[in-house]
C-alpha cells in the first residue's frame, strides 16, 4: 500500500496573538494545496479550538502535547481524553524540545504515546535514534517524525542522502522489532530544518514520507513546503506553443519525404543504359543503333575546347 505524503506545521509557541493565527491559518485557507499530501498544523493549544472553525476541512489540527492520565491535579496539562471530546484528532509527542527543555525521557514518552493511542488520538512521535513505541495494534495511527537533533532550529539541514539513510533504518528497525507490513506502512517524516529551499530534493527520497515544519510553518513558504510532491502543468505561451506545434509538424512529414526521396531514387533510370562516357576527345567504345555499329559521336570542339580551359574534362553521353 503507498504511504500518502504528510506534512506537519507545529507552530510552537507561535505567534503572539490570536489575530496573527488566523491571519496564518488565511493563508492555508487561500492556497492550492496539494491533494494528494494530508496537512496537519499544531497551533498552541490557547488557539485549537478557536482555528478549528475557521481552518478548511482538508487541513486537520494537532495538539503539541499532552500527558498520558484522563485528568486529575496535573496543572498545566492536558490530557488526551479532553483532545478527543475538542474533535482534534492528532498530537504531537516526545519532541526534542520538550526531551532537552522539560527533560521528558523516552519512557514517558512511551506513557504518553500509549495514553494518546488509548484515547484514540492519532501521534506524531518524534524520535531521535531509537524508537519506544513497539506495538501492532497501535502504529498503523502512528506517523515518525525523525529529528537529528543537530539541526533543529541550527538552519543546518541533514542532506538528502543522510535523511534517506536515517529513515531506511528507522523502517528497517520497525520491521524487525514489529512487522515487515508495519514498516512498509509507516509514514517516518523529517523535522530537521525544512525549508521550501530543502523540500523538494528531500521529498523525492524513497523512505522520506513527509515533513515536520517548525519556524518555516509560519512563513508563506509553508505552502511551498506542502507541494514539494505536487506536479505542476507545463505553462506554455503562444510563442512556445507555436513552435512546438511547427517542430511537431515538420517531423510528421520526414517519413513521407523519406519515401517520395526513396521512390525517386529508384525510379532514376539506369547508368549503364545510357551507353559509354566520353571523356576529352575519346570514346569509350561503340553504342548499338540497330543494324549498324557506329563511332560515338565526338563532341564539338567548341565545347570540348571550354571545357579544358576551364581545367577539367567533363562529360557528355549521347
Known amino acids: 500500500m ?20 488566523l491571519a496564518l491559518v488565511k493563508t492555508l485557507n487561500d492556497a492550492e494545496l496539494d491533494p494528494a499530501t494530508e496537512v496537519v498544523i499544531a497551533p498552541p493549544s490557547l488557539y485549537l479550538l478557536s482555528l478549528k472553525t475557521e481552518l478548511r476541512k482538508d487541513v486537520q489540527l494537532s495538539a503539541q502535547n499532552a500527558y498520558f492520565k484522563p485528568s486529575g491535579a496535573f496543572t498545566g496539562e492536558i490530557s488526551p481524553a479532553q483532545l478527543v471530546d475538542a474533535q482534534i484528532p492528532y498530537v504531537i509527542l516526545g519532541h526534542s524540545e520538550r526531551r532537552t527543555l522539560f527533560h521528558e525521557t523516552s519512557e514517558l514518552v512511551a506513557q504518553k504515546t500509549r ?35 543537530w539541526a533543529i532550529g541550527t538552519g543546518k539541514v541533514a542532506t538528502s542522502a543522510q535523511a534517506q539513510e536515517a529513515h531506511a533504518d528507522i523502517r528497517s528497525y520497525l520491521s524487525k522489532a514489529v512487522s515487515s507490513n ?8 523529517y523535522g530537521g530544518s525544512v525549508t521550501a529551499a530543502n523540500c523538494k530534493e528531500l521529498s523525492t527520497q524513497p523512505d522520506v514520507d513527509g515533513f515536520l515544519v517548525g519556524g518555516a510553518s ?30 511537431a509538424q515538420l517531423l510528421s512529414t520526414m517519413p513521407r519525404r523519406s519515401s517520395r526521396l526513396a521512390n525517386s531514387v529508384s525510379k532514376a533510370p539506369n547508368m549503364e543504359s545510357l551507353g559509354p562516357t566520353v571523356v576529352g576527345d575519346e570514346c569509350d567504345s561503340t553504342v548499338d543503333h540497330g543494324d549498324d555499329n557506329e563511332e560515338i559521336l565526338k563532341p564539338k570542339r567548341k565545347r570540348q575546347k571550354k571545357s579544358k580551359k576551364a581545367g577539367f574534362h567533363r562529360q557528355f553521353r549521347v
Request: positive net charge; contains cysteine.
Open 2 to 21: 503507498a504511504r500518502q505524503f504528510f506534512v506537519g506545521g507545529n507552530f510552537k509557541m507561535n505567534p503572539n496573538t490570536h489575530q496573527q493565527s
Open 115 to 149: 495514553a494518546a493511542l488509548d484515547a484514540p488520538l492519532k501521534v506524531i512521535l518524534c524520535i531521535g535514534e531509537t524508537l519506544n513505541e513497539r506495538e501492532d495494534a497501535f502504529v498503523s495511527n502512528i506517523v515518525i517524525a525523525y529529528e537529528p537533533v
Open 218 to 247: 509560519l512563513k508563506p513558504e509553508f505552502i511551498h513546503i506542502i507541494n514539494a510532491k505536487k506536479h505542476y502543468p507545463l505553462k506554455l505561451d503562444i510563442r512556445s506553443l507555436s513552435l512546438i506545434i511547427g517542430i
Open 182 to 189: 508495519i514498516a512498509s506502512s509507516t509514514r517516518i517524516i
